[in-house]
């Protein structure tokens, strides 16, 4: 059974920077048969989709609001997926998700995903 759970949230001026770490556990063939995704949701407001990337890591997509201030990564021999998100802004105070799908049904941006990860919280005040 996949599992997936988030790190690295916390209290962050704004400005500031934070690198969330997602570690999936339990997936019996490789990670690359999995797209990886980034959602958050903030209080009072529906779930977003902020970033997503491929199975090689060969393609990502970025919300376009925050495409200057985010970047994802991964490393499969981790088994671990990273969102860096830079010049953090207030309005990122949010859950942040991770999610997996697998690459013949996840869309570019991430959605159709199977599997979702408990979330951090990212609070973005001074």
């Known amino acids: 059974q996949v599992q997936l759970v988030e790190s690295g949230g916390g209290l962050v001026q704004p400005g500031g920077s934070l690198r969330l770490s997602c570690l999936v556990s339990?997936?019996?063939?490789?990670?690359?048969?999995?797209?990886i995704g980034w959602y958050r949701q903030a209080p009072g407001k529906e779930r977003e989709g902020i970033s997503c990337i491929s199975g090689r890591g060969g393609a990502t997509f970025h919300k376009v609001s925050l495409k200057d201030r985010i970047a994802i990564s991964r490393d499969n021999a981790k088994k671990t997926v990273y969102l860096q998100m830079n010049n953090l802004e207030p309005g990122g105070t949010a859950v942040y998700y991770c999610t997996a799908g697998s690459i013949l049904r996840a869309t570019q941006d991430c959605r159709n995903m199977d599997v979702w990860g408990g979330g951090t919280l990212v609070t973005v005040s001074s």
């Open positions: 339990g997936v019996t063939s490789d990670l690359d048969y999995y797209a």
